[in-house]
């Protein structure tokens, strides 16, 4: 089983950049429980998304997440400078975990 | 504040062994299942195992079946992993997280990582 993200996206301030996760399985379900986490460079990865669409109690307004097109997808709405990193997402197989290759987001 | 310590890591030779400690504290350690996570150098997560609040379930990646073990002492707040047969592409920083209530697939709260390496 493989999950696809974008390698990279390039988003400038202010703007909005969806990124999305694809299971090779075949289209992704609220039953695949979609996470989104952020990583940045010597840090630990920090979680932003659980469940397709909820928000954990520190995750910033701005980010948000659904199902688009058969992915799960992290929508990043007004983005900020701070928000160059890499996300990764993680799609459940009932029992096994696979997190997707990650995307690395350049704010520029 | 919920938080997850990690230790144990450390340089290893291949065919060695490790066990890795998972402290945790601000939480109900029993009602959270758990999971180790591991990230090589220079590359994405890779999810390892997980385990249930009781400890009575217990959930492997292939590439680690048959070679790692996860458990837990609710009594210490403690996850463990035991990792035997170290090969050189289990280098990695291995990181601890916290599952949502008995979800170990949503994954909150993680710690800061331990250094596995692997080397002759």
């Known amino acids: 089983t493989v999950v696809t993200q974008e390698p990279s996206l390039t988003v400038s301030p202010g703007g909005t950049v969806t990124l999305t996760c694809a299971s090779s399985?075949?289209?992704?379900?609220?039953?695949?429980?979609p996470n989104w986490f952020q990583q940045k460079p010597g840090q630990a990865p920090r979680a932003l998304i659980y469940n397709t669409s909820n928000k954990h109690s520190w995750t910033p307004a701005r980010f948000s997440g659904s199902l688009l097109g058969g992915k799960a997808a992290l929508t990043l709405s007004g983005v900020q400078p701070e928000d160059e990193a890499e996300y990764y997402c993680?799609?459940?197989?009932?029992?096994?975990?696979?997190f997707g290759g990650g995307t690395k987001l350049t704010v520029l | 504040e919920v938080q997850l310590l990690e230790s144990g890591g450390g340089l290893v030779q291949p065919g060695g062994s490790l066990r890795l400690s998972c402290a945790a504290s601000?939480?109900?350690?029993?009602?959270?299942?758990m999971s180790w996570v591991r990230q090589a150098p220079t590359k994405g997560l890779e999810w390892v195992s997980a385990?249930?609040?009781?400890?009575?379930?217990?959930y492997y990646a292939d590439s680690v079946k048959g070679r790692f073990t996860i458990s837990r002492d609710n009594s210490r707040n403690t996850l463990y992993l035991q990792v035997d047969g170290l090969r050189a592409d289990d280098t990695a920083v291995y990181y601890c997280?916290?599952?949502?209530?008995?979800?170990?697939?949503?994954?909150?709260?993680w710690g800061q990582g331990t250094t596995v390496t692997v080397s002759s």
């Open positions: 399985t075949g289209a992704v379900t609220s039953g695949y429980y």
């Open positions: 997280a916290s599952g949502i209530l008995k979800y170990y697939y949503v994954m909150d709260v």
């Open positions: 385990i249930s609040t009781g400890g009575d379930r217990t």
């Open positions: 601000g939480l109900t350690f029993s009602s959270h299942a």
């Open positions: 993680l799609l459940y197989y009932g029992g096994a975990v696979v």
